[in-house]
């Protein structure tokens, strides 16, 4: 567990989620406690985040000193019941991938999130988005009006507005030191977000064929874009459990 031990801001100019049903009982053994899973109609959810991140620095310094980067980042979606009886809603990463070199040494160093490089390019031409890298293709396209976006053929959601459900409030990120028994949680903060389905063309990911994920059996539920979001991250706080 590495703990984010400042404040740190960032412009995200391009914010995709793709959300992926996965077999509940084979996940729940990969969810460390007092962690459990965000389950929807008893369903668990995987989700794969693709961002184009401007600025990103600790909040006290000048964006102009910030950092550029893609990043793909991987994550069950999980929710933490606190002492008091609330529930918490938010992510536990497994893995994350960037662009930057640069980027993956100083996250490593600062943050939670296990960075690899990976040389990760977002294009986006007419109505459609490609983002491609080492084992990554995946291709989207953007209507003009999203209702009339399909839901993927596999979704475990009966509607948009099911989905947009874990689109919206999942502001923390849970780490779990378990020989501690302490609980991370950072906190993120944004405006304006509000996000609009769009269509997945195409997706593959290396990453769900690895073993451990891939017995997961993740079948493709939803897909959700924002565009240009100031974001920034609070220091995290620590829990005993």
């Known amino acids: ?19 992926f049903s996965i077999d509940k009982d084979n996940t729940t053994k990969l969810i460390p406690y007092p962690l459990e899973l965000d389950l929807h109609n008893g369903n668990a959810i995987f989700a794969v985040a693709i961002v184009k991140t401007k600025n990103f620095r600790p909040s006290f310094l000048p964006a102009w000193m910030g950092m550029n980067f893609n990043l793909v980042g991987y994550r069950f979606l999980t929710t933490w019941k606190k002492s008091e009886g609330k529930t918490m809603r938010g992510l536990k990463i497994i893995m994350s991938q960037t662009n930057q070199k640069i980027m993956k040494i100083v996250g490593d160093k600062i943050t939670q ?18 983002i491609k890298g080492n084992g990554i293709n995946i291709k989207l396209k953007i209507h003009e009006d999203s209702s009339q976006v399909p839901l993927p053929s596999t979704s475990i959601f009966e509607n948009w507005q099911g ?6 409030p999942l502001l923390y990120t849970f780490e779990i030191n378990e020989d501690k028994k302490q609980l991370s949680i950072t906190e993120g903060t944004r405006k304006n977000w509000t996000p609009k389905p769009i269509e997945v063309i195409n997706c593959e ?4 064929k690895q073993d451990s ?7 493709l539920s939803a897909a959700f874009m924002v565009k240009e979001i100031p974001y920034s991250w609070k220091k995290a706080v620590i829990n005993s459990f």
Not at 118 to 130: A, M
Not at 163 to 168: E, Y
Not at 205 to 208: A, K, M, P, S
Not at 213 to 219: F, R
């Open 205 to 208: 990911l290396d990453f769900l």
């Open 113 to 130: 999130y296990k960075f690899n490089y990976n040389p990760i390019t977002i294009k986006k031409e007419d109505c459609f988005v490609s």
């Open 1 to 19: 567990m590495r703990p984010l031990p400042f404040p740190v801001k960032a412009w995200f100019d391009f914010f995709v989620v793709l959300f």
């Open 163 to 168: 989905a947009r459900k874990f689109a919206g």
């Open 213 to 219: 994920i891939a017995g997961l059996n993740p079948m």
